[in-house]
């Protein structure tokens, strides 16, 4: 048996910093049940010389393996093997493509915080079929609430294709004009087209499609990340995106306070359960077998049971091993969070 001390990486968020020492046990047991078979036990927040960790035991001594996963969890910091009253560095090398500003530059009211967006696409991709090739596979991932492309941006960090859906013109807007700039600052080797989708000659939506590639060697070979965001109607996806073609559906829902799922002729629609029991449908289709949908929502307006069950009518199987009853936290005294998470058989 060997012991071990994750420390918590900083958050600029206080509220956030105060809840990702419990959320952080919660991701560990959904990754301890996905891809360690239960070896971790004795899961804790532990403080050592006044700091906050969480510790851990494994059955066996950590492999080079199982520090690459545990390095893509959402608050660590750094790890150690707890020796007698030292700590020893366990190496971690994540599968961060590049720099951590294409996250953290984008500062707007509204903004999810970037370690839930984490969290939430970890946990996801470990309750889909896929969850062994977390370290070796190239995923597809869409977020079909995508916003300013928090989701879209964490995807392409980890060398996934990314896609997404907006009805949001301003931040289809600020979105493209970031993710270019960024991508030109940083000499990313690129290849970006935006413009207008037409329909029988009518301008239906507009669309942004980049290829890219974190060295220039992989893009002059072919061997490119996808990025395609198109400023349209969630409900409308499929009329853009080809049915069973995402691994990985990832969403935090509207929470009704700043932003609404949709505006209709009574003003700006709160609940998120209208907009899941239009969306959901469409959204498993996007999927293919085995896929995973992980939606992130408000649970002051919405019962968690209530959301399942759309998900459930939708044809996904909603997840309920160990972790994924564990993530609800408060955001402010107006938003309650939680994950819900559920697989396409």
Not at 97 to 108: E, G
Not at 153 to 172: H, R, V
Not at 286 to 296: F, M, N, Q, T
């Amino acid at each position: 048996m060997a012991g071990y001390a994750l420390l918590i990486l900083p958050s600029a968020n206080r509220v956030y910093a105060g809840a990702s020492t419990i959320l952080t046990q919660s991701e560990l047991r959904v990754f301890n049940h996905s891809e360690f078979d239960g070896r971790l036990s004795d899961l804790s927040a532990t403080a050592i010389g006044g700091v906050p960790y969480v510790t851990f035991t494994a059955a066996d001594p950590i492999t080079a393996r199982d520090a690459a996963l545990l390095a893509n969890l959402s608050s660590i910091y750094a790890l150690f093997q707890i020796e007698g009253d030292l700590l020893r560095p366990v190496p971690l090398e994540p599968l961060d493509r590049f720099d951590d500003d294409l996250i953290t530059i984008p500062k707007y009211q509204g903004k999810t915080n970037e370690q839930f967006t984490k969290l939430l696409l970890n946990v996801t991709l470990l309750a889909s079929a896929f969850a062994p090739e977390f370290l070796d596979r190239k995923f597809a991932v869409i977020d079909p609430l995508c916003g300013r492309g928090t989701t879209l941006s964490q995807a392409l960090m980890y060398g996934f294709d990314a896609a997404g859906i907006d009805l949001d013109q301003k931040d289809f807007d600020a979105y493209a004009t970031f993710i270019q700039t960024w991508l030109k600052r940083k000499r990313i080797k690129h290849h970006a087209e935006l413009g207008p989708v037409r329909r029988e000659r009518q301008v239906v939506a507009r669309r942004l499609r980049i290829s890219l590639a974190a060295a220039r060697s992989d893009y002059k070979a072919g061997v490119t990340q996808r990025l395609d965001v198109v400023n349209g109607d969630t409900t409308r996806a499929l009329e853009f995106f080809r049915p069973a073609t995402f691994d990985l559906v990832v969403t935090d829902a509207p929470y009704g306070v700043q932003h609404g799922s949709r505006t209709g002729a009574k003003g700006l629609a709160r609940s998120p359960l209208d907009l899941l029991a239009d969306a959901a449908p469409v959204w498993a289709r996007l999927l293919r077998s085995g896929g995973a949908c992980g939606v992130a929502w408000n649970t002051l307006l919405a019962r968690r049971t209530a959301a399942a069950e759309i998900l459930a009518g939708a044809g996904l199987d909603p997840v309920e091993s160990p972790g994924y009853l564990a993530f609800k936290h408060r955001v402010d005294q107006a938003i309650m969070r939680d994950i819900l998470v559920a697989r396409k058989p």
